[in-house]
């Protein structure tokens, strides 16, 4: 998989696989709605048409990939936020603050009164089992 597409085609492959195993047809309309539930902080709607056409036609999701980078090239540019899968106190102490903040910020949570990077650390430790295996859920069941 060549790695500017990496992104495109695992997402797109998510969606069609959950589409393939809930519907025995694909519309366009169908893939469109499911897109448009997996995107709904997307700016960028009219591409939706260039994806659910060829998606309910069984297109390779490599082929769909091609043909947006060929008609926009900053879809291939956008990459997923790094995955923390290990919370202890070494790793998380190599993270910038700014980058635990934005770990907190993903669950919805927030630390006033944290002045020190020990304390960002210390919070995420304390809700990371509740929110870690929640996020994964929740991911595997919007596709």
């Known amino acids: 998989m060549d790695s500017d597409a990496e992104e495109c085609e695992g997402f797109l492959g998510r969606l069609y696989n959950s ?4 519907h025995k047809e694909l519309s366009p309309e169908l893939v469109e709605e499911g897109l448009t539930r997996a995107c709904a902080e997307s700016t960028r709607k009219e591409t939706t048409g260039e994806v659910s056409r060829p998606l309910s036609a069984h297109v390779p999701v490599s082929k769909i ?10 879809i291939c540019e956008l ?4 995955a923390v899968l290990d919370w202890s106190t070494d790793a998380l ?6 980058e635990l903040k934005r770990v907190l910020a993903s ?3 927030e ?4 002045l020190e990077k020990n304390e960002f650390i210390a ?5 990371a089992p509740k929110h870690s295996s929640a996020q994964h859920r929740t ?3 919007e596709l």
């Not at 589409?19 to 809930?22: H, K």
């Not at 990939?65 to 900053?74: H, I, N, V």
């Open 19 to 22: 589409l393939v195993a809930r």
């Open 123 to 127: 919070l995420i430790q304390e809700v």
């Open 93 to 98: 102490s190599k993270m910038r603050v700014l």
């Open 65 to 74: 990939c091609q043909k947006l980078q060929r008609s926009d090239a900053q």
């Open 107 to 109: 669950w919805g949570e």
């Open 79 to 82: 990459r997923y936020d790094r």
């Open 111 to 114: 630390c006033r009164a944290c």
């Open 139 to 141: 991911r595997t069941e």
